[in-house]
C-alpha cells in the first residue's frame, strides 16, 4: 500500500522560495496524479495543483499561476511542489495526496504526513 | 469561481445521527468527497464518488449527493468521530474544497 513520505520542516524568508518533496514508499506514483494542498494556521484546505508523474503534465489552481512549481523525479516515485515569492500568508502546512480515481479529477488518498513552512523575517 | 459552502460547526450527542452539508451550485451533478482531519493530522478520505468508503471507515458513516447539496451522515457517532469535516469537488480542472466543519460530541 502507497505511502507518501514529505521532506522535512522549513523556516523561510519572504522574497524566497521553498521546494518541498513527496516520495511514495510502497510503490509509485506513475499512473496516478499526485496534488497539493496547504492549510494555514487555523484555516481550511485550499487546493493548490497537481501533476500526472509518467507525463509531467500540471494543473495549477489560478491563484497561484506562476508562483508554483510542481514537477515529478525521473523514477516517478517523488514529486516536487515549489512555491516563490513567499510572504508570511504562505506560512501554512503543505500536504502531498495521490488523486485516487486516476483521471485526474477523483478523490485524494492517501494524503502524506505535510511538511510545515514558516515564512518569516 | 465555484464555491463549497458548509457549515462551521455541528454538535451532536454521543450514539446520535450527525448531518454535515456541503452546498455547491448544481453540485448534485459533480462527485463529492469528504475528509476527516483531526487536530494535528493529516486528512482522511472518508468518502468518496458521493456515497462510496473506503476499506477501513467504518459502515457509520455515509453519503449522499443530489442538487444543490451534498450530505455526510454519521450514524450512532462515537467520541473518536470529532474533527473537522471537508467536502470537495472538482469544477472543470480545479478541485474545490468546503471550508470545513467542526464536529463535537458532547
Known amino acids: 500500500q502507497v505511502q507518501l513520505v514529505q521532506s522535512g520542516a522549513e523556516v523561510k524568508k519572504p522574497g524566497s522560495s521553498v521546494k518541498v518533496s513527496c516520495k511514495a514508499s510502497g510503490g509509485t506514483l506513475i499512473n496516478y496524479p499526485i496534488t497539493w494542498v496547504r492549510q494555514a494556521p487555523g484555516q481550511g484546505l485550499e487546493w493548490m495543483g497537481g501533476?500526472?508523474?509518467?507525463?509531467?503534465?500540471?494543473n495549477y489552481a489560478q491563484r497561484f499561476q506562476g508562483r508554483v512549481t510542481i514537477t515529478a523525479g525521473e523514477s516517478t516515485t517523488t514529486t516536487y511542489m515549489e512555491l516563490s515569492s513567499l510572504t508570511y500568508e504562505d506560512t501554512a502546512i503543505y500536504y502531498c495526496a495521490r488523486e485516487s480515481s486516476g483521471t485526474g479529477e477523483g478523490w485524494f488518498d492517501p494524503w502524506g504526513q505535510g511538511t510545515l513552512v514558516i515564512v518569516s523575517s | 469561481s465555484y464555491e463549497l459552502t458548509q457549515s462551521p460547526s455541528v454538535f451532536v450527542s454521543p450514539g446520535q445521527t450527525a448531518s454535515i452539508t456541503c452546498s455547491g451550485h448544481k453540485l448534485g451533478d459533480k462527485y463529492a468527497s469528504w475528509y476527516q482531519q483531526k487536530p494535528g493530522q493529516s486528512p482522511v478520505l472518508v468518502i468518496y464518488q458521493d456515497s462510496k468508503r473506503p476499506s477501513g471507515i467504518p459502515e457509520r458513516f455515509s453519503g449522499s449527493n443530489s442538487g444543490n447539496t451534498a450530505t455526510l451522515t454519521i450514524s450512532g457517532t462515537q467520541a473518536m468521530d470529532e474533527a473537522d469535516y471537508y467536502c470537495?469537488?472538482?469544477?472543470?480542472?480545479?478541485?474545490?474544497f468546503g471550508g470545513g466543519t467542526k464536529v463535537t460530541v458532547l
Open positions: 470537495q469537488a472538482w469544477d472543470s480542472t480545479t478541485a474545490v
Open positions: 501533476i500526472i508523474p509518467i507525463f509531467g503534465t500540471t
